[in-house]
């Protein structure tokens, strides 16, 4: 059993990357709030309970401002504390600028962009009065270098590093550290529907030509969340894709 047992929220831990990320901080022994919009799978709670830390769900949308408040409430109240908070949880409505309706950039803004400003602003109030937490924002490589079919996308991800380094700047004062990460193009359900032909041409933009692997994005969270000096930073998961002077 670790000594210094964390109580952890991962908004979008169903599937993907947030699913590994869950796997990873259970796996450490802390204690894990599951989220998504649908419930949580028996197969995903069964792996997770062999772990030391207790694990905990609560179903709802991030995008309700109401129910973003109650997931941190509920796990504060559960488990004392909110020691890290990873906001993973996200959509791609993907067409051609031309051709995408209000509702699809809507509804990828205010998941992926107000959803991490929603569990935010709400953890924080818990975070000040600990002097202590650690939260790590889910953004893309495409939020840096944007994407065709995406211009949604890579807005909503383009603000959430905007969104990191203003609040890593306000909540440092007390201790409280705020990063995100950028992956690159990852394997999972996202990059499974895409042709061959389609993959062919994004291995030749990643210098280590391969996807990368959840897990690999999930461990560099876990690292991040036992980093006391690292704040406001954008760390790139993406096999060398975007290499920042």
């Known amino acids: 059993m670790i000594e210094n047992i964390k109580t952890v929220i991962v908004t979008g831990s169903s599937r993907g990357i947030g699913r590994a990320i869950a796997y990873a901080f259970a796996n450490a022994g802390h204690n894990v709030v599951l989220n998504g919009r649908k419930e949580i799978s028996e197969e995903q709670l069964s792996e997770l309970s062999h772990f030391g830390g ?21 796990t504060k109240d ?4 909110v020691d890290v908070l990873v906001n993973n949880a996200g959509i791609t409505r993907d067409n051609l600028l031309l051709r995408m309706t209000e509702e699809e950039f809507d509804q990828t803004i205010d998941i992926n962009l107000k959803g991490t400003f929603y569990t935010t602003k709400a953890a924080s109030k818990y975070m000040l009065k600990q002097k202590s937490g650690c939260i790590i ?11 065709a079919g995406q211009a949604n996308y890579a807005a909503s991800k383009a603000g959430i590093i905007g969104f990191t380094k203003s609040v890593a700047r306000e909540l440092a004062p007390r201790g409280i550290t705020v990063n995100a990460i950028a992956p690159g193009f990852v394997d999972s359900d996202m990059t499974d529907v895409l042709s061959d032909k389609v993959k062919e041409t994004i291995l030749t933009q990643i210098p280590l030509k391969r996807l990368g692997q959840p897990e690999e994005v999930a461990e560099t969270a876990l690292f991040l969340s036992n980093q006391k000096y690292i704040t406001g930073q954008v760390i790139n998961v993406d096999g060398g894709m975007v290499m920042n002077g």
């Open 137 to 147: 924002n889910l953004a893309s490589v495409v939020g840096q270098v944007g994407n």
């Open 78 to 81: 559960k488990f004392g504390s």
């Open 54 to 74: 207790e694990i905990h769900t609560c179903i709802g949308d991030i995008s309700d401002p109401d129910f973003a408040s109650r997931l941190i409430k509920e």
